[in-house]
Every structure is written in C-alpha cells, then in structure tokens.
C-alpha cells in the first residue's frame, strides 16, 4: 500500500530510479563491489537524470524539491540491493551537502552547487573521529584562525566518499575556551587542499563498493571563505542535519527490507522440500508476512515523519523513532530471508548474501539504536523526564 503522501510525481521518479537499477546497476553492480568503487561516470549519470539535486535550489541546477522526495528517491535507489551504491548517492544528496543549501553563501553555492549537482562533483560528511562517534562533542580536530585563513588539524575516520568524492563538509572546534556544542564551526575542504591526506581506504564487511576513508588533516591552510556558516553554529549544523540524514537512512533500511521479502518470496515459491514448496510451510509463510507487515509499517512512518518535515514542523521524535526501528528491522529481515535460502543465502551469487552484510551497519551508522532510542525516551514525557 503506498502512503498517501506518496505523489504522482514522486511515483514518476521512483520509476526513473528503477529504470536506471536495472539498465545501470543491476548488470555493473557486482564488478563495482570488486572494484570498491562505483565510477565517476555513473555518479554523472546519475546528476544527469536529476537525481543529485533533487534537494538542491532550482537557481543551481536543482529541483528543489522536500524530504518527501527524498525519501522517495533513497527507498527506491535502496531496492537495487548493492546498499554500496544507495549510500554513495544518499550521502552526497543528502547528507553533505544541504550543509551547503543550508548555510552556504551565494558565493559558496554558486561554486559548488552546478557540480555537484551533475555529479561533477562529490561531497562527503566528515564528523566522525577515532574518539568521537555517536557523541559528536568529543570531536578534536580542530581550525585555528591565521592571518585571513584558517588552520587545520586533527584525524577523521570512517568517512563514506572520502576516498573518492571532491569535497569535505567537515566539523571542527574553532574555539575550545568553550563548551564543545558553541565552539564548534563547519568548513568546506576541497579533498585536493595541500595537507589533506587520505590516509587509509578502509575495508568493511558490507557496502563494498561504497569507499571508506580515514583522512588526516595536516596543518592544511583555508581560506577564510572556507568557514561553512556561522562560526560557533557547527554543532547545530551537525544536529540540525541529522534530521534528514537519519530519515532518508530509515527510508534506505524500510526499501532494502522490502526488496528481501521479495526476493525471498521468489524463492521460496520455487524451492521444494518435504513433498512441496517452502511456501507451503505455514511457519515460513507467517514469518514472511508478519516481517511484510512490519516494513509496511516502518516505511508509513518514514513518509509520515518526511511529510512533517516538509510542513516545517519538528519531527526528532518520529524521525528517532523510525531511524531505531527500520535500522533493527532491515537486520531481522535480512536474517530470515537468507535463512529461508538455506545454503544458497551464504554463497556471494546470491544477493540476499550481500544484502546481509550490507544491513549490519544500520543500526549502528548515523545514529546508533540506543542512541535514537534516548532521544524518543526524551520525547515520550517531557514533564516527566
Ligand atoms: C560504513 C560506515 C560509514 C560511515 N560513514 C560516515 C560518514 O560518511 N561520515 C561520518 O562522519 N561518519 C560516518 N560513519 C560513522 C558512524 O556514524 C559512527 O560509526 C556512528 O555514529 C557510531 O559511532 P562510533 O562508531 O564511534 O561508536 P560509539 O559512539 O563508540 O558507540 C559504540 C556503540 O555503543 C552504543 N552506544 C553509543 N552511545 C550510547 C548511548 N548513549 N546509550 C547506550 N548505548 C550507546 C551503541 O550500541 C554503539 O553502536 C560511518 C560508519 C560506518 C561504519
């Protein structure tokens, strides 16, 4: 059942994305997880079709539109099955860079926008330190003024596109006299700056195709139009950001789950065992359907919380809410599916195989579970807690 907040138009571009997975995914995807890396030229192609600046200001190239479309395009790019190429694509869409439609100046978006938005160019979120994951404030690296400019230091890991992609969004103290949530500031980093150093491509268990950075900043010189914003805002920037990140993730987990089930149907049509198929087993059958029905309620929740978004009305609840149940379902999802595949679930060619691996990270990444779940402990009485 889609949701009613699900329009013709975004119905119209949920079947470009389709078109797109089976003529340009689907038939590449399995070398680009070899690779580790998914080509420039798709990521063109990609910003060609208009996918790149669905959240991106008509004036630069964009189709301006909300986080209704947003969820639609991530639910959809999410059902190829190869999670590698949906995170590359989310992360530049929509998690680096509406810190720059947000809080760029005209000069800033007038520069960056047109590129990424084709695909020319593409940008990462670089938050997370070796002792700063889920607790933001514990972040180091830091910018110090010199001159017009800027200095940079500090070490920042597990950052998707950071390998490959042209542009850091990236967090850093630029006063440390204060509480880290003031004196924190956002910057733009070209990857090519003198003194930015990749130093490590990290090797995960899933997302194979998506690339993983660890980056050393050293002494790197900004200009003073480096600044990203206000100075002393970062930390909201961070927070306020979140919001969509961790939307368009639950969108991602809720569309992923979906296409196990129906993955998982196909084959347990088919398969026989004990004089008929496994469908034919009540207990595979209900464990299908019950999973089915949660989905579908996962995923009327994450249209439920983008249509509070697009109204301009606060949605951490809703979006905590379903970032923490969609990241803990897609992973029981992912385990019944492969388990119904018996031993073909283990071996590579299958993709519910992959699929698996890639859901780990899920309930982890942009929001751990626990995390999610205090800020909906927050929110369930506020008089009271
Ligand atoms: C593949 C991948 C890609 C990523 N991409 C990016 C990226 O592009 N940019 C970026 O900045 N970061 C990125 N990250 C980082 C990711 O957001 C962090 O890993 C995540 O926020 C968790 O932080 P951490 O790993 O430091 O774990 P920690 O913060 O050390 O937490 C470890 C565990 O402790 C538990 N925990 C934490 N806090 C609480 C609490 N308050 N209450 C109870 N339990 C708690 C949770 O179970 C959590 O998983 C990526 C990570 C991965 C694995």
Redesign the pocket.
């Known amino acids: 059942m889609d949701p009613i907040h699900l329009s013709d138009d975004l119905r119209l571009l949920q079947r470009q994305v389709r078109r797109f997975v089976d003529d340009v995914v689907l038939p590449n995807g399995a070398a680009w997880e070899t690779a580790g890396m998914i080509p420039r030229d798709v990521l063109r192609q990609m910003g060609a079709l208009g996918f790149l600046g669905i959240r991106c200001p008509e004036a630069y190239g964009g189709s301006g539109m909300n986080a209704l479309a947003s969820v639609a395009f991530a639910e959809e790019l999410a059902r190829c099955t190869f999670g590698g190429v949906t ?1 590359t694509a989310l ?1 530049h869409t929509d ?1 680096a860079t509406p810190h720059i439609v947000r809080a760029g100046s005209d000069d800033q978006k007038r520069r960056y926008l047109p590129p990424i938005v084709k695909g020319e160019t593409i940008t ?5 330190e070796p002792d ?4 933001v404030q514990g972040l180091r690296t830091a910018a110090r003024r010199e001159g017009n400019g800027w200095i940079l230091n500090g070490t ?1 890991r ?5 390998v490959y992609g042209d542009l850091y969004v990236v967090a850093a103290r630029t006063d440390t006299s204060v509480k880290p949530s003031r004196g924190m500031s956002m910057f733009l980093v070209e990857r090519r700056t003198p003194g930015v150093k990749v130093v490590k491509k990290l090797e ?1 268990m899933g ?1 194979l195709c ?1 690339d ?1 950075a660890e980056i050393v900043f050293e002494d790197v010189r900004l200009p003073a139009d480096a600044l990203l914003g206000e100075e002393g805002k970062g930390f909201y920037a961070v927070m306020d950001n979140f919001q969509n990140e961790r939307l368009v993730a639950a969108a991602l987990y809720a569309g992923e789950a979906d296409k196990a089930i129906e993955i998982a149907l196909d084959y347990v049509m088919t398969r026989k065992a004990f004089g008929g198929t496994l469908w034919d087993k009540q207990v595979i059958r209900q464990r299908l359907a019950a999973l089915a029905a949660q989905v579908e309620a996962g995923r009327q929740l994450v249209y439920h919380a983008a249509w509070l978004d697009a109204q301009g009305r606060d949605a951490v609840r809703e979006v905590s809410m379903v970032k923490a149940f969609c990241g803990e379902l897609v992973n029981r999802v992912m385990y019944d599916c492969q388990q119904f595949h018996g031993g073909l679930g283990y071996m590579h060619e299958a993709a519910i195989e992959r699929m698996a691996r890639d859901a780990r ?1 899920q309930s ?8 999610m779940l ?1 800020e909906v402990a927050r929110r369930l009485d506020p008089e009271r807690l």
Do not use: H, L, R, Y
Request: proline share 0%.
């Open positions: 995170m992360v998690m990462a979120i670089v938050v997370t700063a994951g889920s607790d920042k597990f950052i998707t596109n950071g995960k997302w998506s993983t990270v982890i990444g942009g929001g751990a579970t626990e995390v205090e």
